[in-house]
């Protein structure tokens, strides 16, 4: 199938940016993971989970997310994860985590067969989850958050030196688009010099111009920092230069934990900490925006298919243990005690430094599912 430029919508126009044709190729699926054979019930449910069919459970959870997702409440990220757009943690007086990022509330669900007096049923799991986005802003806000100088230090050319580094690792992989386009572009890295030093070729073979004359040119109201690096995209040898002023970045965009730091990570944690009934009744507020229950909500995709879900969760006994505390083996034969620190969750080190490390002459795995014999072998 063949689609020529002026067959496409004017968003696919916007997004692809040139002339071009759009080709689509469609062909027969016989991968087991993207089919839905959905009368095969019994592979669906088998005990073994090597031989186990998912496609009845990826219909479930595919189904569960439609609701959120058409109405553009939430984002959705991977295996059943999904997030409320804007939504600060309830028990925080802000998302705010610094460096340019967000924290936004939401569910992790899946889809599960178990044992009932009745029968098999497909229950639905969900439990409530934190994730750190980019703030959709404008992209020298978040470079201000991000650096947490005055930017009028930039003056100084080790600074400037420290700023582009940073700045470069921030925009790698960043969606962003203009303020005045739709156009969604990822930037490579920011120049190493200031725009004020940056020159480029209106046309082809065409005489060379500042970049700050160029962008003055266009937006004569805007005001640009001649003092400040420059957005660059490379495709092949040739750069084209951006003012951060002008740049906003899309929203939607998960941090990935390889670009955070220790400092995030231990602020994250902090405001991710949640006692048992307070993420009860946010799994609760969760399930009731998805529309998946609530008195005075109701699901047309669900309904559909004729499909809901319990108001009333189902029960089940648990054991919580506590933590051990645990033993080393310390100087002149004597044996150091790590006690849990229930406050913190943690074990507490009380300055004692470990040199070597522990040996298991011995380990003991538990299991209480005796018809699992993949555990039992």
Known sequence: MILRYNELSS????????????????????????????????????????????????????????SGLQEGTHFGFGTGRVFRRDSAPQDNNSNDIRGGKKLLAGVEKGVRFIDRSDGLIPALVVDSKRGVFYKDQQLLRSLEEMFGRDMQELSNPDIFSQFVKRASNFVRDLRMYKFDSTKVFVPNYVSKRPIRDLRCRLERNGPTCSVLEKFFRIYPKQRFRSDL???????????????????????????????????????????????????????????????????????????????????????????????PDIGFAGSHGKTVISKVDRNKANWTCNNNQFVLPARLSRFFAFYSDVHDDEIAK
Do not use: W
């Open 11 to 66: 968003e696919i126009q916007a997004y692809l940016g040139e002339t071009m044709e759009v080709h689509i190729t469609i062909s027969e699926c016989r991968e087991h993971a993207h089919t839905f054979r959905l009368r095969d019930f019994a592979s669906s449910v088998n005990r073994d989970l090597t031989q186990q069919d998912h496609s009845l459970r990826q219909f479930f959870e595919i189904l569960t997310n439609q």
């Open 229 to 323: 690096p420059a957005v660059v995209v490379k495709r092949g040898k040739l750069e084209t230069y951006f003012p951060v002023e002008l740049l906003v970045i899309a929203e939607g965009q998960r941090v990935p934990l390889a670009v955070q730091s220790a400092r995030d990570t231990a602020n994250i944690i902090k405001k991710c900490v949640v006692k048992p009934m307070k993420r009860f009744a946010e799994i609760r507020e969760n399930m009731e925006a998805l529309d998946l229950c609530g008195p005075s909500r109701r699901n047309p995709y669900m309904e559909a298919f004729g499909v809901r879900v319990s108001q009333t969760p189902l029960k089940v006994l648990g054991n919580r243990r506590a933590a």
